[in-house]
């Protein structure tokens, strides 16, 4: 029996939000009013789509971005957390579901030599085209009324868990550790042996607990790596 981790990755595993870090790159480090006041709630790939084209016209390329991206701050506690997992491989396999981008991602987490930790990446689809411009597409399509156009978690979850359990694979338990509104959905189908560990003070935390129905997964907050890695810790000594 094995627990799965399923990560979010903005404000989870990195302390900074990966799509506003990249306007470092911008001239000014800001965008064009008209670029900011374009977004359209629910349509947030649409619009990093934008930014990435306002970037690329302004000839930023991909050595820079890569470069401003690797120096995006994890969270406290977080690399500890990710070489206690690393060196208890066995007990767990590890998913991030993530609005970011795959080509961030993997900038961040190879930089950081924790890549070789994940099993899988959820997240947007992106590519440097032909003129060195980064674009961006859709996770994946979804009927979900509650989730972004682009990628409902729960639905990435699920398909994960039918793909991946067997009569003779069950996880012992899933824990989904996240912070943002988008991580209320995976939670939601999650069961009563398994646990949700929002952020403290992050919006994650406010939509629990004004829940009218509760969610049925244990609730375990934290407030850096640490604080999941204790957690863990007593979980593998059973």
């Known amino acids: 029996m094995k ?16 799509d506003t870090w990249i ?10 009013d008209e670029i900011k006041k374009s977004y359209q709630k629910g349509h947030w790939t649409e619009y ?9 016209d302004n000839g930023i390329r991909e050595e820079e971005m890569k470069r401003t991206m690797t120096a995006i701050p994890f969270t406290a506690g977080m690399k500890d957390l990710l070489d206690f997992i690393c060196k208890h491989k066995d007990f767990f396999d590890c998913i991030i579901i993530s609005d970011s981008n795959a080509i961030f991602i993997d900038w961040i987490l190879k930089a950081a030599n924790v890549s070789q930790l994940f099993d899988e990446v959820f997240t947007n689809p992106a590519t440097f085209d032909g003129c060195g411009y980064l ?6 399509v979804h009927d979900c009324a ?6 409902c978690k729960k639905k990435v979850l699920e398909e994960f868990l039918d793909h991946h359990v067997t009569p003779r694979m069950k996880y012992s ?10 991580d209320l959905c995976p939670v939601l189908c999650l069961k009563k042996d398994d646990v949700v560990m929002p952020r ?13 129905v509760p969610v049925q ?9 640490i604080d999941i890695l204790d957690y863990l810790e007593l979980l593998i000594k059973g």
Not at 48 to 56: D, E, I
Not at 173 to 182: E, H, K, L, R, S
Not at 200 to 212: A, D, K, P, Q
Not at 217 to 225: C, K, T, Y
């Open 23 to 32: 306007v470092k790159c911008a001239p000014g480090a800001k965008l064009p």
């Open 217 to 225: 997964a244990s609730v375990v907050l934290w407030s850096s790596g």
């Open 173 to 182: 338990q899933i824990i989904y550790i996240g912070d943002g509104g988008n």
């Open 3 to 18: 627990f799965l981790l399923v990560f979010d990755f903005d404000h989870t595993i990195v302390d900074e939000n990966s």
């Open 200 to 212: 403290r003070g992050y919006t994650l935390e406010s939509m629990i607990l004004s829940l009218n």
């Open 146 to 151: 509650k989730c972004p156009v682009n990628l």
């Open 135 to 140: 674009t961006v597409q859709n996770c994946h």
């Open 48 to 56: 990093m789509g934008r930014v990435f084209r306002y970037l690329g």
